[in-house]
């Protein structure tokens, strides 16, 4: 490891364990005054945990570590395409050259420094960034020599989908999570820029994520509904989490499988319900994201629940479609970035909604056919944009993004 | 004349300790194979005009601790010749940190793709900047650091026997005033600045780097990166 890395990982828990001491010390003190009475930091007040300053994030271990880690504020989506000549001669060796070279802007600027000929390094900083890499269909199969990774496929045509080409498709993907826009679109830039003898820009969609509390501490976050949105999903580190998400087996193993899907929402219809309606679309309260059967946030639904006669979470309801139950146990984790994208010609909102799992066919594609059958949440959601990733797994210091597959 | 000395073995595990002689971490998994440019190692000892013994590359280790033991280099990269007008040469950059209590002094480099090697350096001469050799040897105060970046100090690679292709890597050890050596593997990577105001450079003639060498180069909008109106001089402005 380089010594600067090291160096600025070692101020950021640094950095935190003395913040935490300090709190913990004069906790009776200054955490009375912090708060008001909701439990809310009032303005003014000390500055919050430093559970909510920017670490680095290391880039190295058996995973891509953007894929678990806790969502930090800003997410960036890139697709590109390979240049028509590298595509025609079905250049591998021109896809791992590529690699290489992300490679080391990945280890540069997750760790907070420009990234090798960084044209303005002053923009680099430590910022939870991290730069997930994904291949896309069009680079993998028998042609390229690639294998693609079980249940691998393009998303099946939706009743409901409304899909337009300038947000989907894509040879390669770049994941970029961070705490800021300016760093995460520095490192956009920057790598888009290296890609420049090799692939081409093809769509960029950027959005944001609440995903820490006042006091810095991580929850669920939401989306423009205001649905606190996951509280469903399995929690990495779990068993749970890696058999949902990890590749086990063969070259791709330590990698998953993404689909990201445009979701346009219509803020102003869904704001003529009321409340009771909203949360009866998806089955949770607004306030806590807890089910409309009882409980907190992470308690489960309680599907066969009735009053007044009545399904409780109603027939259609979002968390009762796509309940694991209903699908044999399969499952997704999700992530989300909320957009408004605001032009002369008028705005957009929605959610940049990014499905990992292990196997898209058998996971993704079920859950997803179900939703399109009936979901209460299809009058005010449209999938304007569609596109797949295979995750390349992670690599170790020494090692390259994808030597696993291109190597 | 060249020696070939075999290449050092490099071990797989990233625990090898890298940190003395290593500067890019221990890139070497990332060579492509046959595809790749035949870099190995070796002792290039043209510059100096006559036989030498092949440098052991690495330090005595019963001895006094090497230069090259307080030598750190960070994000090393050489300059893509695809493209180029000129793709006899190019040029290294790197970080380079002095994390020893001696000074530290660079005195040359050497790679198996460049003939010739040189350290250059940009210094204002008459109130123009020009590009020069390092005389004495690039200097390291301890605890001090050197960007070498475009623009400014870098490591000048003359008469390439092969195109460096963005994605490539690069072997390349700096040489030491003390005998020792640091290995760098540099990633090759697309010049993303006005290449032409860069690598201009009085010692190797006129290199062309006017608005016609760049006509067919599609991909590279050097058209957004204004330098002013001194495209066709060699100086940096």
Same mark, same amino acid.
């Given at each position: 490891?380089?010594?600067?890395?090291?160096?600025?990982?070692?101020?950021?828990?640094?950095?935190?364990?003395?913040?935490?001491?300090?709190?913990?010390?004069?906790?009776?003190?200054?955490?009375?005054?912090?708060?008001?009475?909701?439990?809310?930091?009032?303005?003014?007040?000390?500055?919050?945990?430093?559970?909510?300053?920017?670490?680095?994030?290391?880039?190295?271990?058996?995973?891509?570590?953007?894929?678990?880690?806790?969502?930090?504020?800003?997410?960036?989506?890139?697709?590109?395409?390979?240049?028509?000549?590298?595509?025609?001669?079905?250049?591998?060796?021109?896809?791992?050259?590529?690699?290489?070279?992300?490679?080391?802007?990945?280890?540069?600027?997750?760790?907070?420094?420009?990234?090798?000929?960084?044209?303005?390094?002053?923009?680099?900083?430590?910022?939870?960034?991290?730069?997930?890499?994904?291949?896309?269909?069009?680079?993998?199969?028998?042609?390229?020599?690639?294998?693609?990774?079980?249940?691998?496929?393009?998303?099946?045509?939706?009743?409901?989908?409304?899909?337009?080409?300038?947000?989907?498709?894509?040879?390669?993907?770049?994941?970029?999570?961070?705490?800021?826009?300016?760093?995460?679109?520095?490192?956009?830039?920057?790598?888009?820029?290296?890609?420049?003898?090799?692939?081409?820009?093809?769509?960029?969609?950027?959005?944001?994520?609440?995903?820490?509390?006042?006091?810095?501490?991580?929850?669920?976050?939401?989306?423009?509904?205001?649905?606190?949105?996951?509280?469903?999903?399995?929690?990495?580190?779990?068993?749970?989490?890696d058999s949902t998400v990890w590749?086990?087996?063969?070259?791709?193993?330590?990698?998953?499988?993404?689909?990201?899907?445009?979701?346009?929402?219509?803020?102003?219809?869904?704001?003529?319900?009321?409340?009771?309606?909203?949360?009866?679309?998806?089955?949770?309260?607004?306030?806590?994201?807890?089910?409309?059967?009882?409980?907190?946030?992470?308690?489960?639904?309680?599907?066969?629940?009735?009053?007044?006669?009545?399904?409780?979470?109603?027939?259609?309801?979002?968390?009762?479609?796509?309940?694991?139950?209903?699908?044999?146990?399969?499952?997704?984790?999700?992530?989300?970035?909320?957009?408004?994208?605001?032009?002369?010609?008028?705005?957009?909102?929605?959610?940049?909604?990014?499905?990992?799992?292990?196997?898209?066919?058998d996971q993704f594609v079920p859950?997803?056919?179900?939703?399109?059958?009936?979901?209460?949440?299809?009058?005010?959601?449209?999938?304007?944009?569609?596109?797949?990733?295979?995750?390349?797994?992670?690599?170790?210091?020494?090692?390259?993004?994808?030597?696993?597959?291109?190597? | 004349?060249?020696?070939?000395?075999?290449?050092?073995?490099?071990?797989?595990?990233?625990?090898?300790?890298?940190?003395?002689?290593?500067?890019?971490?221990?890139?070497?998994?990332r060579r492509t194979g046959a595809?790749?440019?035949?870099?190995?190692?070796?002792?290039?000892?043209?510059?100096?005009?006559?036989?030498?013994?092949?440098?052991?590359?690495?330090?005595?280790?019963?001895?006094?601790?090497?230069?090259?033991?307080?030598?750190?280099?960070?994000?090393?990269?050489?300059?893509?010749?695809?493209?180029?007008?000129?793709?006899?040469?190019?040029?290294?950059?790197?970080?380079?940190?002095?994390?020893?209590?001696?000074?530290?002094?660079?005195?040359?480099?050497?790679?198996?793709?460049?003939?010739?090697?040189?350290?250059?350096?940009?210094?204002?001469?008459?109130?123009?900047?020009?590009?020069?050799?390092?005389?004495?040897?690039?200097?390291?105060?301890?605890?001090?650091?050197?960007?070498?970046?475009?623009?400014?100090?870098?490591?000048?690679?003359?008469?390439?026997?092969?195109?460096?292709?963005?994605?490539?890597?690069?072997?390349?050890?700096?040489?030491?005033?003390?005998?020792?050596?640091?290995?760098?593997?540099?990633?090759?990577?697309?010049?993303?600045?006005?290449? /032409? =105001?860069? @690598? #201009?450079?009085?010692? %190797? !003639?006129? &290199? $062309?780097? *006017? +608005?016609?060498?760049?006509?067919?180069?599609? /991909? =590279?909008? @050097? #058209?957004?990166?204004? %330098? !002013?109106? &001194? $495209?066709? *001089? +060699?100086?940096?402005?």
């Amino acid at each position: 490891m380089s010594p600067s890395v090291g160096r600025r990982r070692l101020l950021g828990y640094v950095g935190t364990a003395v913040a935490g001491a300090a709190a913990g010390a004069s906790a009776g003190v200054v955490g009375a005054q912090a708060l008001d009475d909701d439990g809310r930091a009032r303005p003014g007040a000390p500055a919050p945990g430093a559970d909510a300053l920017p670490r680095v994030v290391p880039a190295h271990g058996p995973h891509q570590p953007g894929v678990a880690a806790h969502l930090s504020g800003v997410t960036e989506l890139v697709a590109l395409d390979l240049l028509p000549e590298v595509r025609r001669a079905r250049d591998r060796d021109a896809l791992a050259r590529l690699l290489r070279v992300w490679t080391g802007d990945v280890e540069s600027l997750t760790a907070g420094r420009g990234a090798p000929g960084d044209t303005a390094p002053w923009l680099a900083a430590v910022a939870d960034l991290t730069v997930t890499v994904g291949l896309g269909p069009g680079v993998l199969g028998e042609e390229w020599g690639i294998p693609a990774p079980v249940g691998f496929a393009k998303v099946p045509p939706m009743r409901h989908d409304r899909l337009r080409e300038e947000w989907s498709g894509g040879d390669l993907l770049l994941l970029v999570n961070g705490a800021d826009a300016t760093t995460v679109g520095h490192a956009v830039r920057r790598m888009v820029a290296d890609a420049r003898p090799f692939a081409a820009l093809r769509w960029r969609q950027q959005g944001a994520w609440r995903g820490r509390d006042q006091q810095g501490r991580p929850v669920t976050g939401r989306n423009l509904f205001g649905q606190v949105d996951g509280s469903a999903n399995p929690r990495p580190g779990t068993d749970l989490f890696d058999s949902t998400v990890w590749i086990r087996d063969g070259a791709w193993a330590g990698g998953t499988t993404l689909v990201l899907r445009r979701i346009r929402m219509d803020l102003p219809t869904w704001d003529e319900l009321t409340r009771a309606e909203q949360e009866a679309s998806v089955g949770r309260r607004l306030d806590d994201g807890a089910p409309l059967t009882g409980g907190h946030e992470r308690s489960d639904l309680d599907l066969a629940a009735r009053a007044d006669g009545r399904w409780v979470v109603a027939k259609d309801a979002h968390a009762r479609r796509t309940h694991p139950s209903s699908h044999g146990g399969r499952r997704i984790f999700r992530k989300g970035a909320n957009y408004e994208v605001v032009t002369p010609a008028g705005s957009e909102t929605g959610l940049l909604f990014q499905s990992f799992q292990r196997d898209l066919t058998d996971q993704f594609v079920p859950i997803q056919q179900a939703m399109d059958v009936s979901d209460a949440l299809n009058e005010w959601t449209t999938a304007v944009g569609s596109a797949e990733f295979a995750v390349l797994p992670g690599f170790a210091e020494g090692q390259w993004l994808g030597h696993q597959l291109l190597g | 004349m060249n020696l070939s000395l075999p290449t050092p073995a490099r071990p797989a595990s990233p625990g090898r300790p890298g940190r003395r002689r290593s500067a890019s971490a221990g890139r070497a998994g990332r060579r492509t194979g046959a595809a790749a440019l035949a870099l190995v190692l070796a002792a290039a000892l043209a510059a100096c005009g006559e036989e030498v013994a092949p440098i052991e590359p690495t330090i005595d280790p019963a001895g006094a601790p090497a230069a090259a033991d307080s030598l750190e280099v960070h994000d090393p990269w050489v300059r893509a010749t695809v493209g180029a007008d000129d793709t006899t040469m190019t040029a290294a950059f790197m970080v380079l940190d002095n994390t020893g209590d001696a000074e530290v002094t660079v005195t040359g480099a050497r790679a198996e793709v460049a003939g010739r090697t040189e350290l250059h350096e940009m210094a204002a001469v008459d109130g123009q900047m020009v590009m020069r050799q390092i005389r004495g040897g690039l200097v390291l105060a301890p605890g001090r650091g050197q960007m070498l970046q475009p623009g400014g100090s870098h490591v000048m690679l003359m008469e390439l026997t092969e195109e460096l292709r963005p994605g490539d890597e690069l072997d390349l050890v700096l040489e030491l005033s003390d005998g020792s050596d640091v290995e760098v593997s540099a990633p090759v990577k697309e010049f993303t600045e006005e290449a /032409g =105001h860069y @690598h #201009g450079d009085d010692g %190797h !003639g006129d &290199d $062309g780097h *006017g +608005d016609d060498g760049h006509g067919d180069d599609e /991909g =590279h909008d @050097h #058209g957004s990166h204004d %330098h !002013g109106d &001194d $495209g066709e *001089g +060699d100086e940096h402005p």
